[in-house]
């Protein structure tokens, strides 16, 4: 049925005075007409040129209500108040004023007026506001939030987060700086300072250099994206002048030695990673659970035997596994449940070693979930691990098997330095890590041992030299 729309000076009881029922929006009535905690027009921001609203009353599910409506900008627009403080009149077929006193979240007509009034203002000044914006769009162009986020479908949603955003780890919140500091500047109009300015107050929080430049490349990315004629056209990249903060070379590579990973896979085997006096569970809850410490047992092996990436670990499918051909096939990764590309957007090839070969045999001998379409490594349910849960268990097995607290991901690091420390030459341990260049290999050679490197100088040094070797000089 359609809400009945009954203009108020029609459903008004006699007594009503009707001279007060003609109050347009930009008048003041009498402050104890209004219902209690409603404002009048005296606390609203009023302009002379906002419209006048008129108060009709209309009907839902029996009950009236009270609504406004204008006119702004050529448009017609009608906005609910609320609940009319209003009864069936019996002598009618319209409404009149309820006896006694104005109940709590409900209005009489003076009331109504007063909401309308502020419902005008409101309207008024987001409409001006939106102009503005839409004006200033046309002069300028697009926003930094609306490249930004055609960017983000590249990824760095952290680093271009809002002020606010939770965290998908943990109970934090983003500080948003980027956002919050030019997400509303028209891109166009940005400069090299406010980019510096930016980048000085993360640099204040305490944050690393390396942090400092990685929002810096972020953001230089974002203006690449909408520079390209093909996005929005933008005539300049403001982060080309920005400094870089110098970063603090990076010191050797640790890791550990094959006795290390394999103490840390037995402490994980075991369950000595576990605190047994609070250990209180059914026999099938402990049958599950011994079951995934023996699978990061082997997750842990092949992490530093075949120096997979966390996130490529936990996308890793039993069609990746090629025993036959002794390869490990590396085509995605997973980050917090969410499947991609690897961290470089290619495919390798990784030779597997007999240590990792056995360890992912031992896993495809369990009973469910070793269809080439499964996951390696997965929870109860078939699906993929917790990322976080794996390295608070991993942490807690390293103080078990008292070895070095080294991260999870010098797991992968332990792989590309063994390999340098038995003299695998780089290129072929950058084909295995997924290295885009040559310079990030080039940090495992220093596992290789000088003794080894000497005999190499010595050898080819006693190799001689013609005797009538003349220098010029």
């Known amino acids: 049925m359609v809400p009945k729309v009954v203009p108020m000076m029609d459903v008004v009881p006699t007594w009503y005075p009707r001279d007060k029922l003609t109050l347009s929006t930009n008048e003041k009535p009498p402050r104890e007409a209004c219902s209690p905690g409603a404002r009048t027009p005296g606390d609203i921001p009023m302009s002379a040129s906002n419209p006048t609203a008129s108060i009709i009353v209309r009907e839902h599910h029996g009950q009236p209500f009270y609504e406004a409506k ?31 006193r104005v109940a709590e979240g409900a209005y009489d007509e003076r009331a109504a007026h007063v909401a309308a009034a502020q419902l005008v203002s409101e309207y008024v000044a987001e409409a001006a506001d939106l102009e503005r914006a839409e004006r200033e769009r046309r002069t300028w162009g697009v926003t930094f939030r609306e490249v930004a986020r055609a960017y983000l479908l590249t990824g760095h949603r952290s680093v271009l987060a809002e002020p606010g955003t939770p965290y998908k780890r943990g109970k934090g919140v983003a500080l948003g700086h980027v956002m919050a500091a030019l997400g509303d500047r028209p891109a166009a109009k940005i400069t090299t300072r406010e980019i510096e300015a930016v980048l000085t107050t993360i640099s204040e929080t305490g944050a690393s250099p390396r942090t400092v430049n990685k929002h810096r490349n972020v953001i230089a990315a974002v203006f690449g994206y909408g520079c390209k004629p093909s996005t929005y ?39 000595r990673h576990r605190d047994r006096s609070t250990l209180s569970v059914s026999e099938q ?66 030779p597997l070693a007999d240590q990792a070969a056995a360890a992912l045999d031992r896993m495809s001998r369990r009973e469910h979930f070793t269809t080439p379409s499964d996951l390696v490594f997965y929870n109860v ?36 330095s063994l390999l340098a420390m038995r003299g695998v030459d780089v290129v072929t341990i950058q084909k295995a890590m997924g290295h885009s260049t040559l310079a990030t290999t080039s940090r495992y050679l220093h596992a290789r041992p000088a003794a080894e490197q000497a005999q190499a100088f010595t050898a080819a040094f006693a190799a001689g030299a013609p005797e009538d070797v003349s220098v010029a000089a």
Do not use: C
């Open 233 to 271: 056209d933008l005539p300049t990249n403001p982060t080309k002048g920005a400094d870089k903060r110098r970063e603090p070379h990076p010191g050797a590579l640790v890791f550990y030695s094959p006795e290390e990973v394999e103490a840390i896979a037995r402490a994980l085997a075991d369950g």
């Open 285 to 350: 809850e402990r049958e599950a659970l011994q079951a995934e410490d023996r699978q990061d047992a082997e997750i842990v092996r092949v992490a530093a035997y075949a120096g997979l990436r966390q996130g490529e670990l936990l996308a890793l499918r039993w069609h990746d596994v090629d025993f036959a051909g002794s390869a490990l096939t590396i085509a995605r990764a997973m980050s917090t449940g969410v499947e991609s590309s690897t961290k470089s957007g290619l495919v390798r090839r990784v």
């Open 70 to 100: 204008f006119r702004h900008g050529g448009r017609q627009i009608k906005r609910r108040i609320g609940p009319a403080w209003l009864e069936r009149d019996p002598d009618g077929d319209g409404w009149r004023r309820h006896r006694g």
């Open 381 to 416: 349910l078939g699906r993929p691990l917790d990322d976080s849960a794996l390295r608070r268990r991993y942490r807690r097995a390293q103080a078990a098997a008292g070895v070095r607290p080294l991260r999870f991901h010098d797991l992968r690091h332990t792989f590309g």
